[in-house]
Every structure is written in C-alpha cells, then in structure tokens.
C-alpha cells in the first residue's frame, strides 16, 4: 500500500515543524494541511491571542514562527472550538498547503511503510 508523509519546513532553516501520514495524521481541507498536535513540533511555533473569526469553522488562533533570528507570523493556525459539522479540525494544528514565504510543504511517497517517519 502506497501512503504519502507530508511534511512541512520551516523555508530559512529547513526546520520540520509537522510531518504524518496523509489521511492518518494530516488532512487537506481547504488550501491547508490539517496535523494532529502530536505530529507538529512546537518548539519554534506560538500560538498567539490575535483570532479570525470564521463565519463556518469558528474562531481561528494565529500560531507565529520564532526561531531567534527569524520570526514570522501567521504561519499556522487551530482552533480550539469549532462550529457545527467541523469538529474534524478541533484542535489540529494547520499550515497552508504548498510553498509560503516562511514555510514550505515536502511530499513523499512510500511503500508499505510499518513505521511513521519523524524527524524530531
């Protein structure tokens, strides 16, 4: 069985911030790359007080990049509660999809693989 890692770097360092399995661990929904919390790393990232309110999926938090000598904000995004019919994306932590300025997307395939790559 073929599965596909995403992963997402940060675009200065080349830093993994999230990584999982297509369909297991991330989910694409809207332009963006949903992760369960347990596949991003949040040593460089922030969840932040400043919101969006959605008028589908709720109230977004913004979740800023802070590497010392490079910050960025705005690079990810959860929501803590969510509207009706969206409780899929509660609690995920997600990046847009494709390359940003300050974060890229990987995609790689693998065959049959038993073990999820992490590279944290």
């Excluded at 200065?12 to 999982?20: D, F, I, K, T, W």
Aim: hydrophobic letters at 40%; a negative charge; one cysteine or more.
């Amino acid at each position: 069985m073929n599965r596909e890692i995403i992963t997402i770097k940060a675009s200065h360092y080349e830093q993994v911030l999230a990584s999982g399995v297509a369909e297991e661990h991330v989910q694409l929904f809207e332009g963006a790359w949903y992760f369960a919390r347990d596949r991003v790393d949040m040593t460089y990232l922030i969840v932040t007080d400043r919101t969006y309110i959605c008028p589908y999926k709720g109230v977004c938090y913004w979740i800023d990049l802070d590497m010392g000598d490079r910050q960025a904000q705005n690079v990810a995004f959860t929501y803590f509660d969510v509207n009706p019919g969206y409780e899929f994306i509660r609690d995920k932590i997600a990046f847009y999809a494709g390359r940003r300025e300050a974060t890229y997307e990987e995609s790689v395939a693998v065959v049959a693989a038993d073990e999820t790559p992490r590279a944290w």
